[in-house]
């Protein structure tokens, strides 16, 4: 099985775009899926999977087809949220969110390559646009305001859908604000088309440093040749990478998947920097995970891998409360000045600290 379409003499990122399967048709003629249940899904929550993504797969239900292709299950969750961060609430101008004091994400782009299925903003899967000149304006107008306003995070979407002089327009527009200090990209291009990363973008990218870019990225089979010589040429620009994960039911909650997953990342010279709790987004339930299994996973890794391959474990509270990290407890008060710390073998060891 897999699937080899035209991609082979197919040209530039656009056309590369253009290639995604979008309909349970098509995706019926490369995979051995249940045709009438994936239009099903599809009619709520919409189909897109790009040419690259979908080559990767290999087996029917194997953790990159279940990122990717509709599933019942999606229709089976009563008590998921349109919003679950409540970003609306938090938006001073169109796509805008403000919710920290000293930075904004800001959802310029309304595509992906790929549709996520575990996606937290899934409601807008299919349906959200790029911002329009007046929006892009209304919120430069916020951030122009508020100088606050030190770090300005680009989202969608996927802001590298975007083309090459929307990116450079709104970068320049980034760069005149004086209070905008640093500038920081989410981005899923690497991993479902890493066509995108032509040698313009790096060299356009590079030109807006201080410019974080971060790969989100779940599985090390996403890792792929293609995927890593892009990776490579953002670091090799000069570009900071860092790297965000979902905790996936089934797909990447294993210590031995984590620890290939960053490893690899590490080793092509991306810092792992998020690992998130999957938020309650409707339509994902099938995904999530408790947070004793995702603290698990961050104890197993601790001590057993480099330093360099730990991200931040973090759960989004409801409403719009933040981002907390959660982690294993290693030490226990036993007397003013003592502790009883556990090391990453599960030795108790009495450290008797000088102060409190
Ligand atoms: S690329 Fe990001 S924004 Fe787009 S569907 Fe996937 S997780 Fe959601």
């Given at each position: 099985m897999g699937h080899r379409a035209a991609k082979d003499t197919l040209i530039t990122w656009q056309e590369q775009a253009a290639a995604a399967v979008v309909d349970a048709d098509r995706l019926a003629a490369v995979l051995p899926i249940d045709h009438d249940a994936v239009a099903r899904v599809a009619r709520v929550y919409p189909l897109r999977i790009s040419s690259h993504f979908l080559s990767?797969?290999?087996?029917?239900?194997?953790p990159l087809w279940r990122q990717v292709v509709p599933d019942p299950a999606e229709l089976a969750d009563p008590g998921g949220l349109a919003d679950p961060l409540a970003e609306a609430a938090h938006s001073?101008?169109?796509?805008?969110?403000?919710?920290?004091?000293?930075r904004v994400v800001w959802l310029v782009a309304g595509r992906c390559a790929t549709h996520c299925r575990f996606c937290f903003r899934k409601a807008r899967l299919g349906k959200a646009e790029d911002l329009t000149d007046t929006q892009i304006e209304q919120g430069l107008d916020h951030i122009r305001r508020t100088p606050a306003i030190w770090e300005v995070i680009l989202s969608g979407g996927d802001p590298?859908?975007?083309?090459d002089r929307r990116l450079e327009d709104i970068l320049t527009a980034l760069d005149g604000i004086a209070h905008v200090a640093v500038r920081r990209i989410h981005t899923r291009v690497p991993v479902t088309l890493p066509q995108r990363i032509t040698p313009a973008l790096t060299a356009l990218l590079a030109r807006f440093q201080p410019l974080y870019l971060m790969i989100h990225c779940n599985h090390p089979a996403e890792l792929t040749a293609a995927s890593t010589a892009a990776i490579d040429s953002l670091a090799d620009a000069g570009l900071p990478l860092g790297s965000q994960t979902v905790v996936l039911r089934g797909i990447n909650d294993d210590p031995a998947v984590m620890a290939e997953l960053f490893k690899t990342l590490v080793q092509r010279r991306?810092?792992?920097?998020d690992l998130h709790l999957a938020d309650p987004a409707a339509g994902t339930a099938h995904f999530r995970t408790g947070p004793q299994t995702a603290v698990a996973l961050a104890k197993a890794l601790r001590g057993h891998v480099s330093g360099l391959c730990q991200p931040h474990l973090l759960v989004d509270l409801p409403a719009g409360g933040g981002k907390v990290p959660l982690a294993p407890r290693y030490g226990r008060k036993k007397a003013a000045t003592a502790w009883e710390v556990e090391n990453y073998r599960g030795q108790r060891v009495r450290v008797n600290f000088p102060g409190k």
């Open positions: 990767l797969i290999k087996s029917p239900g194997d001073p101008a169109p796509g805008l969110i403000h919710r920290y004091p000293d590298l859908m975007l083309s991306v810092r792992p920097y």
